[in-house]
Nanobody, 123 residues
């Protein structure tokens, strides 16, 4: 399973780091990703990271502001969010593709999902 944490309320321009701890799945061989769903919006891809951290893929909306990283020894993936904007307000979900396939942004390619953590950015 995946357990996300670290969400909260932050002012625009601020920073926040969310984490996702994995258990019971082959984390070190999995592609990991963060998705989000804002109020009244569809779920959207935010960023992905390959099994060894060697490749990352960012949505244009977060490129240059968000950074994904992973620690395979701790079975944890992180999302550092800087220069936050009100439009970043959303529930953030981590997801795992245990087949290690790279390059997909499609939610249905991911096998495991966390419960989500709410990030609220005030203006």
């Amino acid at each position: 399973q995946l357990q996300a944490s670290g969400g909260g309320l932050v002012q625009a321009g601020g920073s926040l780091r969310v984490s996702c701890a994995a258990s019971g799945l082959p984390f070190s061989g999995s592609t990991m990703a963060w998705f989000r769903r804002g109020p009244g919006k569809e779920r959207e891809f935010v960023v992905g990271i390959s099994w060894n951290g060697g490749s990352t893929d960012y949505a244009d909306s977060v490129k240059g502001r968000f950074t994904i990283s992973r620690d395979n020894a701790k079975n944890t993936v992180y999302l550092q969010m800087n220069s936050l904007k009100p439009e970043d307000t959303a529930v953030y979900y981590c997801a795992a593709d245990v087949h290690g396939d790279w390059g997909t942004r499609r939610p249905y390619d991911y096998d495991y999902w966390g419960q989500g953590t709410l990030v609220t950015v005030s203006s």
